[in-house]
């Protein structure tokens, strides 16, 4: 699920005063002015649904036909989710989705805002492409300043940069670097924090406190909440006292929709109870007026008897893959209720509507409601509440494995390549095994058990699978998962090695996320990394992985840095790893695994958190004695153009040492060019200068000519 589709809709008739010139400046600024208007509000306040609202309101693209005349405009959106996948609260998300959007309402743009890839397109290199990298996609935004053949406008909403994952000052500075064009404006969102006050609060003709704009709307929602109850018109109370309820409520809610929600609901409990005046508002009187006490007395209201139920199941909404779908609640609750019973509602009533059912998922009833439940007090009364030894991630294991063995998947799986799968059921095995490897505070005996009943129910399944062997792809998928102890115990088994030719150490080599700990346990028990595989020309399992992690292949920058973060490198090196062992490359062409960890040094995806490690990974490098004459070609990524007529110099053969003096050649052009926009290109020779004074003291070590130090001087004056 989108959050787009998760933001509740407008209540009717509201939000109209945002149009309204004498109320907010939004309009003024929609019609007239560039940069960027801020919309910020209390927990609770409507940010998201009035940030929804205004995109898709008509009037919203009336009013902008002032600021862009005849030629148009494209309004681009964006909401930011803390509760969804990376992708949804990160920097890489937010631009990979505008421009997705930006190329396909302007296909022609991709030629001029991206035009290294277009070139490399045109030259069949495409499949070659690093993955998308922030200072790239950036500089795709800047050239819409520059470019004056550009004419298009952009309006962007960006929802809920509170829930952005990383540092709110560097998003900040993002967000206004890229409205520095005057054919793009942003609408911005989020709660009143100092570091969004500090950048976007200084001009209060671009800005606007929702909570303090909606008496009105909260007035008429709260109205129409009690009299859609069948009781209200039939109350034995007059009009006016039914107003002087209403407006008592709108006075205590302080502008949040989410609590004038949340107390007609107990409003409307008591019209169930038939409850007089005096009764409606003794119940208004009691309920605390902010949030979080709300919440705590909503809890508590739940019934003693069922607090099991409900502290398990508000962890499992707190999962961090979280929302998941209705029926993983079902299996888990089916030790309580019947499985009809589970589909009819018992999550509302087990937390009194503090999670609810949303098409195929249950989420929280709004963000604060999670926020809440992750204070330091609320998990140590969830942990106190639930059921003993629960654990979360077992539980939701055991869910995928009981969801798994009473699904069918006819389809089946394929396999990729070697080790590599696809299909539904696949999906929901890497979920499984996923869990499963978190699940710490539960018995080993536990998961195993529930690991094996997993395999043996795909056994039983691949009669209709037949010829694939089911076996052999979940020995592959738990290689690569997080889950070395029962790998351990497996391998005790010879046979277990035997489901395929291809080796344990080779699978774990194709992880998409690595495992440190199961590789360093493979060679270990004496995998070779070394050793190529036995069927037609399957690279060696290190050969493998160097492979994976090169720049060769979509994405894969990010898996380099993931491995220079666990520090995979070393650890194959460590259990004897070849640094000299051949990689090709092209046709023809072959690279050293010591010359292409070499070459990565001019990678973007080497960036300033990972340099220690890509530091201490060279140590081991050449730790193992590499050879430095093999050939190794520049990146010219730093390059904003490459002149036609330059090729990359080859110098004259000097032994191991030619090498050396192709990065200093390399070095000297990176300072001498521009870089490209958005790269801080001082953070990158640093690294590049601790690389050639490691190589430096390495020849020193062999006995280089010392006569090649002024090469040196050239790339690092």
């Known amino acids: 699920m ?49 940030m929804k609202y205004i995109t898709h309101s008509q009037e919203t693209r009336q009013i902008l036909a002032g600021w862009t005349g005849s030629e148009g405009v494209t309004l681009l959106s964006h909401y930011f989710w803390g509760s969804g996948t990376s992708m949804q609260k990160s920097k890489q998300g937010l631009l990979q989705s505008l421009l997705h ?51 298009a406008k952009f309006c962007v909403f960006i929802d809920g940069l509170d829930e952005y994952n990383g540092e709110f000052s560097g998003l900040c500075d993002m967000v206004k670097r890229i409205s520095k064009s005057s054919n793009i404006k942003i609408c911005i969102s989020s709660r009143p924090l100092n570091a969004f006050e500090n950048a976007f609060g200084q001009e209060s003709s ?87 006490r709300l919440f705590n007395h909503i809890l508590a209201s739940v019934e003693e008897f069922y607090h099991n139920e409900m502290a398990d199941i508000l962890q499992i909404a707190l999962y961090p893959k979280a929302p998941l779908q209705v029926h993983i609640y079902g299996y888990h609750l089916q030790q309580y209720y019947d499985e009809s019973d589970v589909l009819r509602g018992p999550v509302e009533v087990l937390t009194n509507g503090l999670l609810e059912r949303r098409g195929h998922y249950v989420e929280f009833l709004h963000r604060t409601v999670r926020d809440y439940l992750l204070t330091r007090d609320m998990c140590d009364f969830l942990a106190a509440k639930s059921t003993p030894d629960f654990d979360v991630n077992y539980a939701i294991s055991r869910a995928y494995v009981i969801y798994i063995k009473s699904t069918l998947f006819p389809a089946g799986f394929s396999m990729i390549s070697d080790a590599e799968y696809e299909g539904t059921i696949i999906d929901y095995l890497e979920e499984t095994l996923s869990c499963t490897s978190k699940a710490v505070h539960c018995t080993t005996d536990l998961v195993f058990e529930l690991l094996d009943e997993l395999e043996s129910t ?41 489901l395929s030719p291809v080796s344990p150490l080779y699978v774990a080599s194709k992880a998409f996320t690595y495992t440190p700990s199961t590789i360093k346990l493979l060679l270990e028990h004496g995998e070779l990394p070394n050793q190529p595989e036995d069927i037609q020309v399957m690279l060696a399992p290190w050969l493998s992985f160097v492979r994976e992690v090169s720049p060769w292949g979509q994405l894969r920058g990010r898996r380099f840095s993931s491995a220079l973060e666990c520090g995979l490198f070393s650890i194959f090196l460590a259990h004897g790893a070849d640094p000299n062992g051949q990689l090709p490359v092209t046709p023809g062409y072959s690279l050293t695994a010591f010359a292409i960890y070499l070459q ?14 890509y530091l201490h990974s060279l140590s081991s490098f050449l730790e193992r004695n590499p050879d430095f004459s093999a050939c190794v070609r520049l990146d010219d990524y730093f ?79």
Request: net charge neutral; proline share 5%; hydrophobic share 35%.
């Open 458 to 498: 795909l056994v039983e399944m691949s009669r209709e699978w037949e010829p694939l062997c089911p076996r052999r792809m979940f020995r592959d998928l738990v290689i690569q998962s997080n889950l070395p102890a029962y790998v351990s115990m497996k391998l005790s088994d010879p046979a277990y090695r035997d």
């Open 600 to 613: 990565l040094t001019f990678s973007t995806h080497v960036s300033e958190i990972s340099s220690e490690t």
């Open 2 to 50: 989108s959050r787009h589709e998760a933001i509740t809709d407008a209540h009717h008739d509201t939000f109209k005063w945002i149009y309204d010139a004498t109320v907010s400046g939004f309009s003024t600024w929609l019609r007239t002015q560039d940069g960027v208007f801020w919309i910020s509000g209390k927990p609770g306040s409507g940010k998201s649904t009035l």
């Open 639 to 717: 390059y904003q153009q490459k002149p036609a007529d330059e090729s990359y110099k080859w110098w004259p053969d000097q032994g191991e040492s030619s090498t050396v003096l192709r990065a200093c050649d390399g070095l000297s052009s990176v300072r001498s060019r521009p870089p490209l926009r958005g790269m801080i290109p001082s953070r990158r020779l640093k690294l590049l200068s601790r690389v050639v004074e490691m190589i430096i003291r390495e020849g020193v070590k062999r006995n280089w000519d010392l006569e090649l130090l002024p090469y040196f001087a050239r790339g690092l004056p």
């Open 101 to 151: 959007d930006i190329f396909q309402e302007y296909p022609s743009y991709i030629r001029i805002m991206c035009p290294k890839r277009w070139a490399g397109t045109k030259n069949g290199l495409a499949s070659r492409a690093e993955s998308w990298s922030i200072s790239e996609m950036l500089a795709a935004f800047e050239t819409i300043v520059d470019q004056e053949s550009m004419t």
């Open 206 to 292: 671009q800005k606007l406190y929702v909570h303090s704009l909606t008496s009105n709307d909260i007035l008429k929602f709260a109205q129409d909440r009690l009299q859609s109850h069948c009781r209200w018109a039939a109350c034995a109370f007059d009009d006016a006292q039914k107003l002087a309820l209403v407006e008592d409520l709108g006075s205590r809610s302080e502008g949040v929709f989410l609590w004038v929600f949340l107390v007609t609901e107990e409003l409307r409990r008591g019209l169930d109870n038939d409850d007089n005046i005096c009764h409606l508002q003794r119940r208004l009187e009691k309920l605390p007026r902010d949030l979080e």
